[in-house]
């Protein structure tokens, strides 16, 4: 079996990429893709704490291995060093791949780019590297529908589950969903709570068919979301709450005050209970 070590970020998604691992697959029918994404501050935002880089780019792994199995690869991966070049070269080091892929972003756009990287890569590991560039805005498939939801007691809800599949079952495309939990309060047992409560979550709609994956977000249910906002490119917003009379979240204009700030449609689910997603 050979190995090809793919390193990609922001266009872990894109269609080129994608394209070319198929290619490759088609030549070699028992190839294994293994994933490194490097952690990445977001390029908007200033106060970003460690572990949510290392939790966005978790994400990004998790969701880029969802894909890949679903189109029938073989594929591992982990997240690297915040250095793209370390990250790379460590999983060198422990993998001994037969090829290199780096995914970039356009020049223009890509620090990758600048700080030479894919000429660095070749250079110290003596491996053949081929260098992908995709335009995250022109070149989001698969998938090309990511719907970031933001929710806490209604997360495991089966009224939210069932209006996610429906938004699936809409996308043209494969569909993904970013799931943000807002822990509770800034502690470690709160922080454990919405620990667990986001695995249970995660399970139960992956248990529905969705492909998912997600982080605990700041207490302050503004910030996680537009933290989540500056770490993720997403086609929509979508913030599930209890009704009015019972939602903390709606008393202080969350939904409206997150429709200012994103780019993309901001949606607001009234779930009417917090059951949750029924086993498959």
Sequence with gaps: MSEILVVANETVGGRKLRDLLEQKAKVNPSLHVRLVIPQSRPRRGSVIYVQSVRDAAQVRLDLALSVLEELGFEATGEVGDSDPFHATM???A???PDEIVI???PTTASGWLRRDLVERVAEASGIAVQHVISDID????????TSLVVA???AGSS???AHLKEIAAKAEGESQFIVVVPALGGDGKAIGDAQKHLA???AGLRDAGLIVSGLVGDPDPFTATLNALQFFNVTRVVISTLP???SGWLRADLVERVRRYAVCPVEHFVASSTEPVAAS
């Design 90 to 92: 460590d999983a060198i």
């Design 94 to 96: 422990e993998r001994k």
């Design 103 to 105: 995914s970039t972003l």
């Design 138 to 145: 022109e070149d989001s498939t698969p998938p090309n529908d």
């Design 152 to 154: 806490n007691q209604t």
């Design 159 to 161: 009224e939210l589950a």
């Design 200 to 202: 249970d979550v995660l």
């Design 244 to 246: 009015e009379t019972k």
